[in-house]
């Protein structure tokens, strides 16, 4: 079962998260209770309404600014629910959890859905997954199918990143196998949710995991051969703390890693048109499904999360 905001009570026993509150203004917004133009309630309002710190409702309210529902987020005056609704992706680019969410839920309104990914890790569309699967759950949207094949590097091969600084087998061994953990969890608590709409709902779901030879640059999400949200990995320079090889103490370690959630996504779909961007939208669409269409079926190997 995939937590939702339906399985909390707003006066419950928990205290309520900026996402919970976020997810019970959003689903306002999309119910028509609050239409385009309308001022939200004030933050002292919400915050006695949801039995929060006001801090807690200033961050839902950007979280839904982020997602273009509201506009005018500041502390002089209650926001407006924006009046073009969520601000187009392929517009503005935004971090991958905002952009991925949205998309996701639009692509899984479809009877059949198709989603190819590309990724380091399998963490911003375990996350990013959250909103279709609610809205499935809440009855509204049912696909058909879906069919999700997600590219991820190879456990066999020597990653570019994350890196120790110094030259070090040792804690590059570690960090390899602090990554490949993370990789297989979250690879397996997506499958999991995706394969539980199969008992729930009758949905007929595939979800295939292939080995890259590389480590890949950049992140793509290829949504129903429509869409591609495109973002690159920067590898930056962060200190971690990691457990000794005993396990009995931990120490910093300097590294180079990337921050996949945070990555900027450029969006491109294929719409009607005849102008240049509409053109070029559509080729690299096409592109980047013969790309991925491509590894899938060449030097790609079975990959078994374990």
Known sequence: MVV?????????SRRLTPQDIADTLRDRIRAGELKA???LPTQAELAGEFGVERGAVRQAMKLLQGEGLLSNVSKGSPPRVADAGPAPAAREPQPSMVALAPRLAEAFAEPHVRIDVVSYTAETLMVAIGEPLRLIHEGRIRPDSIDVRILLPSSDIQLAFPVPIETDAE??????RRWLAQRNAQGQVLR???RALRSSHGIDVRVTFRALPFTTPVKIYLLNGREALF???SPHKQSLELDTADGDASEVVDLYDVGGVKAPVFSFEKAFGNDVTASRDAMFVEESQ???DALWATITSDLTLS
């Open 37 to 39: 133009g309308d001022r």
């Open 192 to 194: 999991h949710n995706l």
């Open 4 to 12: 939702t905001q339906e399985n909390v009570a707003v006066n419950g």
């Open 290 to 292: 013969n790309w991925f």
């Open 171 to 176: 804690h590059r061994q570690r960090l390899h």
């Open 231 to 233: 973002a690159f990995y």
